[in-house]
C-alpha cells in the first residue's frame, strides 16, 4: 500500500479531475444554503441533511472509483473493521512452448 501523503495526493488529483465531485459537491452546499432561506427561515430540515449526505457520498464513491481505475489501492479502517478495495488485474497467459 502507499503511505498516506501519497494516498492523499492521490486523491486530491481524482477530486480536481472529476467533474461529478465538483457537481455533487456544489449542489450540496446549494441545497443546504437554500434550505437556511426558505421557510422557517434558519432551520436545515433533517431531510436536507440526509440528502446533503447521500449526494456527498455519491461524489466520494466517483472518487474512490476514479483512483481505483488508476491502480490505485484503498484502505479504510475504523475500530475492529477494515475494508480494501484494490482493482482486480487480471492474469496474463503465457504462451505455451510447442515443439
Not at 430540515?45 to 464513491?61: M, N, Y
Not at 481505483?68 to 484502505?75: E, R, W
Amino acid at each position: 500500500m502507499e503511505d498516506s501523503n501519497g494516498l492523499q495526493k492521490t486523491f486530491k488529483e481524482c477530486i480536481l479531475e472529476n467533474i461529478w465531485f465538483k457537481i455533487l459537491s456544489f449542489s450540496s452546499i446549494v441545497l443546504v444554503f437554500t434550505s437556511l432561506l426558505l421557510p422557517p427561515m434558519g432551520v436545515i430540515d433533517p431531510s436536507v441533511v440526509s440528502a446533503t449526505g447521500e449526494l456527498l457520498g455519491w461524489g466520494a464513491l466517483f472518487t474512490v472509483i476514479k483512483a481505483i481505475d488508476k491502480g490505485k489501492g484503498i484502505s479504510v479502517k475504523h475500530g475492529n473493521t477494515e475494508v480494501e478495495v484494490r482493482k482486480q488485474q487480471e492474469e496474463q497467459e503465457e504462451p505455451s512452448e510447442e515443439e
